[in-house]
């Protein structure tokens, strides 16, 4: 009980005022003198800030990391940050094809393999559809020492990468797919991480014969630091109406006449794991649509949950 209340009291003396700003990712949204309409259910009372502290991996955790890439101790090399294990197959920086970098305090484990295939149909053989990569993430999860009751159910973000070549007629002809990956995001609460899971969970690529070419663990280690009360719909709208939401860079919305907020939906805001982060804020995203005369565009804002915050959005 003694440790635990000196560790609060820490907190509470060596952290700055939670009313600094919090960046989101995106393009700041300026709705102008358009209507906003809001249809969205908020039934969000009071969500918990976290405080981000140190913490330790475990030995078999590292051990597992580091058997991915076949690396041993011998293959250890300096790094410029004394808190950051490095692996890599070569000695020399340009003639690396593996490596996988460690930061225990931050829970951060990063793992890459450049190499390929000298073969194309060699490429394509034996690469996980989604189900198997699903399965081979979780089995990758354990090992690294994750409950997977963490895991959101949803989403879990999946792409894939092909090939093609050009046949002698000129035309493209499709080889097939050589490489798939998959996002598994971590959860607070039942809460997600925004993201794909390389800013709050895990990321990992699947090529030939399932082989793993790449994988991002970010697991910080958090405690509760205080509970604060959701903004109301009315003060919502007023931070939005501000400009304190952005949206996708990609969305230009800047012609609408009327904005419809649909639902309403909280998650964690993660930093990637080369970041520092000393605060996680759950933030709402806002699933919003855009009416410009007859047409209509579907879109994303991500806003501040709690009134008191000054969030500012980055491109």
């Known amino acids: 009980m003694r440790l635990t209340l000196a560790l609060v009291a820490a907190i509470a003396i060596c952290t700055p005022s939670l009313a600094e700003s919090i960046p989101l990712a995106g393009e700041p949204f300026h709705p102008g003198d358009s209507l906003i309409e809001w249809k969205a259910t908020n039934n969000l009372k009071a969500l918990w800030v976290y405080k981000v502290i140190p913490q330790n991996l475990t030995s078999a955790v590292i051990s597992n990391a580091m058997a991915v890439g076949s690396f041993k101790s011998l293959d250890m090399v300096k790094t410029e940050d004394k808190n950051v294990l490095r692996f890599q197959d070569h000695k020399k920086e340009e003639s690396v094809t593996r490596y996988l ?38 089995e990758m999860l354990f090992k690294l020492g994750i409950d997977r009751t963490q895991i959101a159910s949803s989403p879990r973000p999946t792409g894939a990468m092909g090939i093609s070549k050009v ?14 990956h998959i996002g598994l995001i971590r959860q607070i609460d039942g809460i997600p991480f925004s993201g794909n899971g390389v800013t709050g969970g895990f990321w990992i690529e699947f090529g030939s014969k399932a082989r793993i070419k790449q994988f991002e663990l970010l697991w910080r280690n958090l405690v509760p630091y205080e509970l604060r009360n959701v903004a109301s719909d009315s003060q919502l709208l007023d931070l939005i109406k501000k400009g304190k939401a952005v949206h996708p860079v990609d969305v230009d919305v800047k012609a609408a006449k009327k904005f419809t907020v649909k639902s309403i939906a909280p998650e964690y805001l993660g930093a990637l794991g080369s970041e520092r982060q000393d605060f996680v804020y759950p ?11 007859t047409n209509k565009v579907a879109f994303t804002l991500m806003c501040p949950l709690f009134s008191g915050d000054e969030l500012h959005g980055r491109k």
């Open 167 to 180: 046949a002698p007629n000129g035309d493209e002809q499709f080889v097939g797919i050589q490489a798939r």
């Open 101 to 138: 970098e460690i930061s225990p305090a931050s829970g951060w484990i990063q793992y890459y393999d450049s190499s390929q295939p000298t073969d194309v149909a060699a490429s394509v053989q034996g690469v996980p559809d989604s189900t198997q990569a699903e399965r081979l993430a979780l």
């Open 283 to 293: 933030v709402a995203s806002l699933d919003v649509e855009a009416e410009t005369g």
